[in-house]
């Protein structure tokens, strides 16, 4: 063989190598998790905030937001994700999971057996959030009801289907540092971190690459529906009209300003999201207002 | 006289091609006016609970009253099939609700009854009109949740 068939081989192994050292899973460092102790009263809120029963909650008309037996399908153009069971029960939900593991998961989109998690689950925004409130978030989760309903299998087509390349998704678009900065008011910076870390308000209203990654440059701006049809309409920019008041009034009620009444996947986040406290709901408008300026 | 009828050809051409406007359909204009009318009472007794506007029982009694009247307005000639947002622009209602009439329907039920109660509660103080008027949000966006399409 040619010299130059040799460098092409070397490059390649250490592409390969190099690729699958990019790609591992990476896991918290188990200390994070070994000092925290959860307060299941405070991860109520947290819970509430981070619209997890919005998904994971049953699909049937009436389902108890708290049963968290999941089943409902996301369709994408990656395939179609369905909502695995996250309830505590033991075999077919998270119930076997130490709090090291459910931070891992949820802030780190690791898998207790080490694989990637698929970024339908909004991993990308947790791992912004305290792992204090994640602490509490799993203490408050283990005391839901349990069901033994299995989690059904992703629908997803090759090449999207091979876990490891989340890995390579995760160094391109997993990004831990906030989207609005500058200088911030305390109201603010409390919306900021509920609606980038918690509600992930993001995950649908901002436009995605063709990848899938958040398009950061157009944060909010509307996007098509990602799971559906239709649009998921703008909440930042020239077409995105609404007051603080507007915005808090909505959460609260659902009611827009021109009394429409919410819909669609929104019905399920003001099911939850309403019912944080009216500050919390404000600082999200002041937060959602902020970062139309920026 | 060739050119205009080069330019009426072209918008005739234009007109033909053009995919069914909701608005043409008087279903579907009617039905999107009941809406609105809905809206236009809902910013009466919602503007109270969201605290936009004063308390006043004889404003609320008068859009609860209405908002009873509008419910009952018979719907079967409101949303014939093929109404639907895959076969017309400019409506939000989903092919599904032809597929699920019967639940479609208890939804408008539901939406009934809670028109019935707020009726009874919006006279009789802000505490009161709040929960039903939340109360008959949510029998709305039961409604919207399944049935319309995103935007």
Request: hydrophobic residues 40%; proline residues 6%.
């Amino acid at each position: 063989m040619k010299p130059a068939v040799y460098g092409l081989l070397a490059l390649a192994v250490i592409g390969g190598v190099t690729g699958w050292f990019i790609t591992r899973p990476t896991a918290l460092p188990s200390t994070v998790s070994d000092r925290l102790t959860g307060d299941a009263e405070a991860g109520e809120r947290v819970f509430l905030a981070s619209g997890c029963a919005s998904c994971h909650m049953g699909t049937d008309d009436g389902a108890d937001p708290k049963l968290l037996l999941g089943g409902a399908a996301f369709q994408t153009q990656f395939g179609t994700f369905y909502a695995p069971n996250i309830s505590p029960d033991p075999d077919h939900g998270i119930g076997d999971w130490s709090q090291a593991q459910f931070l891992n998961a949820v802030m780190r989109g690791v898998s207790p057996e080490g694989q990637h998690y698929f970024p339908a689950f909004p991993y990308t925004s947790y791992t912004k959030a305290d792992p204090q409130d994640m602490a509490d978030l799993y203490a408050y989760m283990m005391t839901l009801p349990a069901d033994a309903t299995p989690s059904r299998a992703h629908d997803v087509a090759f090449p999207f289907d091979i876990r490891r390349s989340v890995g390579l998704w995760k160094v391109l678009y997993m990004n831990r540092d906030w989207v609005v900065t500058g200088d911030l008011t305390e109201q603010e910076t409390q919306g900021r971190y509920l609606a980038e870390a918690l509600a992930h308000c993001a995950e649908c209203h901002t436009p995605r690459g063709a990848l899938g990654g958040l398009d950061r440059a157009a944060w909010l701006e509307g996007a098509p529906n990602p799971s559906g049809s239709g649009r998921i309409p703008p909440i930042s920019g020239a077409d995105f009209t609404w007051s603080a008041f507007d915005i808090s009034a909505y959460l609260e009620t659902g009611f827009t300003p021109s009394f429409d009444v919410a819909g669609g996947s929104m019905a399920k986040v003001i099911a939850n999201l309403g019912q944080l406290e009216k500050p919390e709901l404000d600082a999200i408008a002041a937060y959602i207002l902020r970062a139309a300026q920026q | 006289m060739a050119f205009y009828k080069i330019i009426t050809g072209a918008a005739l051409a234009v007109a033909l091609a053009a995919p069914a406007l909701a608005q043409d359909n008087p279903s579907v204009a009617a039905r999107q006016g009941q809406f609105k009318l809905y809206g236009h009472n809902l910013s009466v007794v919602g503007g109270m609970a969201q605290g936009r506007m004063e308390y006043d029982a004889a404003m609320a009694q008068t859009a609860a009253d209405n908002l009873f009247h509008l419910t009952r307005h018979d719907q079967s000639r409101l949303w014939p099939e093929g109404t639907d947002s895959s076969s017309l622009i400019e409506t939000r209602a989903k092919a599904e609700i032809w597929e699920n009439l019967d639940d479609f329907t208890a939804k408008f039920v539901a939406l009934q009854e809670a028109s019935v109660a707020l009726q009874a509660a919006a006279g009789n103080g802000l505490d009161a009109l709040r929960p039903a008027v939340g109360a008959l949000g949510q029998s709305c966006g039961a409604c919207h949740e399944d049935y319309r399409e995103e935007s």
